[in-house]
């Protein structure tokens, strides 16, 4: 019986149908989904690694004990986790081993678009891309297979909009796969130099036999439609084409975009009158075909940036564009905020109160970047913040460590931030690094950490405590603050800003909307009181605004953190009081 499936509910019923037995990752917007999916699964034993490089080795020593293993990150997950998929391609594997990776045309929830597919090829593994969520249950599933036939690690590729949108899939029942004995070959898995030389050899090898599976492999096929127009595509690209033409024109669909076929493209292209290639991002397709002799139309008529649509293709093509539903009324936009009683707020009005410069980091928090706090100056990746004040002091004289600050999270901290701080204790700068601790992975959808206490499926964990770890690397000055009181977060700040060693603050206060939060009664506004300083709208603050030239509480976004009402110079902010 079919079922509707988001993509990633697929992926992990594929993996699940597939045999998978262990699989480890980091959550990442859009690919979170795939792992808590697994999560639901009881005989399959799945975590949350502290980073994706861990989850990838941790699947891999899965794998090398002979079970099929799986772990999920976003495309700047796969950054982290290069480093040893690079030598697993040459070591092989023994279980099958698939990473899934999620791609963000558009960049919804990521800083940068980058192209996945551009590491399958270097990485010389092969790549699946799934249209839907059918395929993205079949490929799943296939990748195993794959895997173990071929002796590779397999990258099964995602991309938002095939992820998280929904479609029909029918399953089939899991295969019980037994465990393959674990036999030491020193050879094939310890990759020194004299070994890894050899172990090329038979990468190179396994590229040419994936390449004549790709000629006719079920996962590239050819619809036949008209003559005059052949059309290359993948992925979500492909639905769009198949909107715009339907059946009139023949489509090439690569489902395998590395190693990507020759024969068969060269066949498909000499079938047609017109070649056309229309892949999102970068033109990997296309350059396939140009280095095969072919001259396709591609990144001339679509561009290298960002998500297509139905009605960007048919515009290319001059055709009219297919009704699509609107809404009836125009709505107003909706700029991504902090949550009202959000306990980042309250240090980040702080930083932005005193100036400081702040190196910023990968998380919710990246959130204080907008009007009106405006408190970061940058953010580039995971860990990145403790990293970079470190050499943005060391490079700057010595007063401008009393003005700058690093901020980063807790799961971002366990994730790439603890050995930043490492470098600040070995080599010497007086960093003042401030932990925003919301005893969560807040942005991609509150999944437990090292520190929270709690693994995956909610059962008690071991526990990270921030304070001994920071002092164990070396970190002498440790402070601990409710960024809720305004008044500590700033003296606390200045004293650790003066002070002449590193230091840490770990402002610490639970998300708001983490369930077992209790939230206070809602806040109000004393009219006769308010002088329409507009010093609460400062905070930013979502359920603040004004009304009537008065401030004004909205009493269904409130959650009564009183950061607001201590900010008030008029006692204006009260609890419960006058009705608004």
């Not at 059962?459 to 002498?476: T, W």
Request: contains cysteine.
């Amino acid at each position: 019986m079919k079922k509707l499936m988001i993509g990633n509910q697929a992926v992990s019923r594929g993996l699940y149908d597939g045999g998978i037995k262990f699989m480890s990752s980091y959550p990442g917007t859009p690919s979170t989904e795939i792992t808590e999916f697994i999560a639901k699964y009881d005989d399959v034993k799945s975590e949350w690694a502290p980073n994706e490089k861990v989850g990838l080795e941790a699947a891999f020593g899965a794998s090398l004990a002979g079970v099929r293993s799986a772990c999920a990150m976003k495309h700047v997950g796969l950054n982290v986790a290069a480093d040893p998929l690079f030598t697993m391609s040459y070591t092989g594997v023994n279980g099958g081993l698939v990473v899934c990776v999620a791609d963000d045309p558009a960049m919804h929830s990521s800083q940068n678009e980058q192209d996945s597919r551009h590491y399958a090829i270097a990485a010389k593994v092969p790549m699946l891309e799934p249209s839907d969520s059918q395929e993205a249950y079949d490929f799943a599933k296939a990748a195993f297979d794959i895997s173990e036939n071929f002796d590779t690690p397999v990258i099964l590729r995602m991309c938002t909009r095939v992820a998280h949108s929904q479609s029909l899939v029918l399953a089939g029942d899991r295969a019980e796969i037994p465990a393959k004995p674990y036999v030491k070959n020193g050879a094939k898995y310890i990759m020194v130099p004299a070994n890894a030389i050899k172990r090329h050899v038979v990468v190179e090898e396994r590229t040419e036999k994936l390449k004549e599976y790709a000629e006719n492999c079920p996962f590239n096929r050819v619809e036949k439609g008209g003559k005059e127009i052949g059309i290359i595509t993948s992925g979500t690209s492909y639905q769009y084409v198949k909107e715009v033409f339907g059946d009139m024109v023949s489509v090439l669909k690569i489902g395998m975009p590395n190693p990507l076929p020759e024969k068969l493209i060269t066949d498909f292209a000499n079938s047609v009158d017109k070649l056309y290639v229309i892949e999102e991002l970068d033109p990997i397709i296309e350059t396939h075909c140009r280095n095969l002799g072919l001259k396709p139309i591609g990144k001339e008529l679509f561009s290298p940036l960002g998500e297509y649509s139905q009605e960007i293709i048919a515009k290319a093509f001059n055709l009219p564009a297919k009704p699509c539903v609107t809404a009836d009324t125009p709505v107003p936009a909706r700029p991504p905020m902090l949550c009202a009683g959000c306990p980042h707020r309250g240090m980040f009005y702080t930083l932005a109160k005193n100036k400081v410069t702040v190196i910023g980091d990968i998380g919710c928090y990246s959130l204080g970047a907008q009007p009106p706090l405006c408190a970061l100056d940058t953010t580039v990746c995971m860990g990145a913040s403790v990293s970079g004040i470190h050499g943005f002091l060391k490079a700057s004289d010595e007063k401008a460590a009393e003005k700058t600050v690093a901020v980063i999270g807790d799961s971002t901290f366990m994730h790439s931030g603890v050995t930043g701080l490492i470098n600040i204790a070995y080599n010497g700068s007086n960093s003042t690094v401030i932990i925003l601790d919301n005893s969560i992975t807040g942005m991609t959808g509150h999944q437990q950490n090292p520190t929270t206490g709690y693994n995956i499926k909610g059962d008690p964990a071991g526990k990270v405590n921030l304070e001994e770890l920071c002092r164990s690397v070396g970190i002498n000055r440790v402070r601990v603050v409710d960024p809720y009181d305004l008044k500590a977060c700033d003296e606390t700040l200045k004293e650790e800003l003066a002070a002449k060693e590193p230091s840490v603050i770990i402002s610490r206060r639970p998300c708001v909307l983490l369930k077992y939060v209790k939230t206070a009664p809602p806040l109000s506004v004393n009219k006769e009181k308010c002088r329409s300083c507009k010093k609460c709208l400062s905070l930013g603050c979502p359920a603040i605004s004004f009304k009537e030239g008065k401030a004004h509480i909205d009493a269904t976004l409130c959650v009564g953190c009183e950061v607001c009402k201590g900010l008030c110079p008029f006692g204006a902010i009260e609890n419960g009081g006058i009705k608004q």
